[in-house]
């Protein structure tokens, strides 16, 4: 065992006493499936008068049997080194129950106030992420103002004071959710040391939601990734701890390192790993989206807040009775696609994405970057707002905030298409947006409507041409069509064994068509 192995060893050990604290919810992932390409690549050609028979492997003789071994030899290190990566995490949630207290400071003025929502909205949104988790319970939610949350205690010495006695009243309470986006070690320790319980912040919550909801191991690692902060951030408190506690020598069996040192080292060798991890997978994924190009599939990303609806919509535009949405926050974590058609029988993928969540960490989203870096080579963005949330012009803002900082393409921002979904919940509801379009995902409404000004901004964004075409029948060229474009109508002229095709044709195919047929008659329509 190397010194790297022994030591991530030891800083699991050193967490399982603050992980048990943590109590939370079962989280039940599915299995970890070996990691593999999703489209296997073709054997390479074999060179000119090396024989027919199996596919060449890149040698002759037993030299190819030998790199053929290497090759499996490193694909089961890979293999190895990934389910590494994904054991349990000193961070995960342990069985049994939490029963929390839910406070949120509300700042009274400054530069922190937003305008755009109020502290029982605030509040709400932070109930409804612990609903979220399984055997996490609400006991009480609490408000109490603040003129700076980013102070040591988070309140003033009265408020804080009472704040204390109305959570040590409450029955059997387990933990604390201070619904802020992060708090520092030091505070986190007081608050603890005041409160006998343990205290959560948004990252940590929104973290425990994540980890459950991990399916792919794609998503497990960028979860492992986010976790690295936190990890940290434990590791001085430890340190600290420690320092307090045992006194001494703070080197390691006379290494020259410190506790903190070998840890931090450790931590950053993780890291590195989980991105190394990650960068393969994103380079399987960008040969997959090669592949895509090929085919020329336009592809239509649909972005929003969290429980937006945006996997409803996404049932209702591709009829895809697989597809399960759930009325929970951050339910989606891995992109997904999901084939459908445009009116004009255009075949479409539309990409379903994690939703965004205000004051959600800069960590957070930058872990899963790898994931959204797939909107970056979308043909349009679809942006779904829940139009009876109270807080959806703060929702909105947030949306557009995190797609700017991804740095998109500005043609991609330009046409994006703006939907206001569960309008069958207003009465009479317009959108005071110029272009927003008000649909109802659960119950049709606006669908129609939806899909032709998808279809309108898809041939915009990929240059697709509508075309007339004239054939002959008895020629190739129909069934080349069919297979190259998307055939709209046909109209057949049975007295000279003609026919006039109405066909959606991208550049690259019209090219070859043109090639392949010079003497055919063309009309753009």
């Known amino acids: 065992m190397g010194p790297g192995r022994l030591s991530w060893s030891l800083l699991l050990r050193c967490r399982r006493a603050a992980a048990a604290a943590l109590g939370a919810p079962r989280c039940c992932p599915l299995p970890a499936r070996p990691l593999s390409a999703s489209a296997p ?5 074999r060179p000119p008068g090396t024989g027919g028979g199996a596919p060449w492997n ?6 190819g049997d030998v790199e053929k071994e290497e090759e499996e030899e490193e694909e089961e290190e890979d293999e190895a080194a990934l389910e590494e990566l994904l054991a349990p995490s000193p961070l995960a949630p342990g069985p049994g129950a939490q029963r929390v207290a839910v406070v949120h400071p509300a700042v009274k003025w400054g530069p922190q106030k937003s305008p755009l929502t109020t502290a029982e909205l ?3 949104e932070a109930v409804a992420l612990v609903d979220t988790l399984q055997n996490w319970t609400v006991l009480d939610k609490i408000i109490i103002p603040t003129k700076n949350p980013n102070k040591k205690f988070v309140f003033g010495k009265g408020n804080f004071q009472v704040l204390t006695e109305k959570i040590k009243k409450l029955p059997h309470v387990t933990a604390v959710f201070l619904n802020v986006e992060r708090i520092s070690s030091l505070t986190k320790k007081e608050l603890e040391g005041a409160w006998g319980v343990p205290v959560f912040d948004r990252y940590t919550v929104v973290l425990h939601i994540f980890r459950c909801n991990a399916r792919t191991k794609e998503a497990k690692l960028q979860v492992a990734l986010a976790e690295i902060p936190l990890l940290r951030s434990n590791l001085k408190n430890e ?15 006379g290494s020259g390192e410190t506790f903190l040192e070998t840890q931090n080292r450790v931590l950053k060798e993780r890291e590195l790993k989980i991105r190394n991890a990650l960068e393969k997978l994103r380079r399987k994924r960008a040969l997959l989206r090669t592949q895509r190009r090929k085919c020329e599939f336009p592809m239509v990303s649909v972005m929003g807040y969290t429980n937006c609806g945006k996997t409803t919509l996404i049932k209702a535009l591709t009829g895809e009775a697989g597809l399960q949405p759930r009325d929970q926050l951050f339910a989606t974590l891995d992109i997904t696609a999901h084939a459908g058609y445009l009116p004009s029988h255009m075949p479409v993928i539309y990409v379903d994405t994690i939703g965004f969540l205000t004051d959600l960490p800069h960590n957070l989203v930058e872990s899963f970057s790898a994931t959204l870096e797939e909107v970056a080579y979308s043909d349009l963005i679809v942006h779904v707002r829940d139009i009876t949330h109270p807080e959806t012009i703060l929702q909105k803002a947030t949306v557009l905030s995190v797609l700017r900082n991804l740095n998109l393409p500005s043609h991609l921002l330009d046409s994006m298409v703006e939907v206001h979904n569960k309008v069958d919940l207003t009465e009479r509801y317009k959108p005071a947006e110029e272009n927003a379009l008000a649909v109802s995902a659960l119950h049709g409404h606006g669908l129609e409507e939806l899909k032709q000004e998808i279809e309108k901004k898809i041939l915009t964004a990929t240059g697709k041409k509508i075309l007339t075409v004239n054939i002959n029948l008895e020629g190739p060229q129909l069934s080349w069509l069919y297979k190259e474009a998307t055939v709209q109508e046909v109209e057949v002229m049975p007295e000279d ?5 109405k066909v ?9 068509y043109k090639n392949l047929f010079p003497n055919s008659e063309i009309f753009m329509s």
Request: aromatic share 4%; glycine share 18%; hydrophobic share 35%.
């Open 41 to 45: 690549l073709q054997a390479p050609l």
């Open 58 to 63: 890149g040698a002759a003789g037993p030299g």
């Open 122 to 124: 605030q509040i709400a």
């Open 239 to 253: 340190v600290s701890q420690r320092d307090q506690q045992r006194g001494g020598s703070r080197y390691i069996m």
């Open 497 to 501: 064994g003609t026919a006039r095709v």
């Open 504 to 512: 959606i044709i991208g550049s690259s195919a019209f090219g070859r």
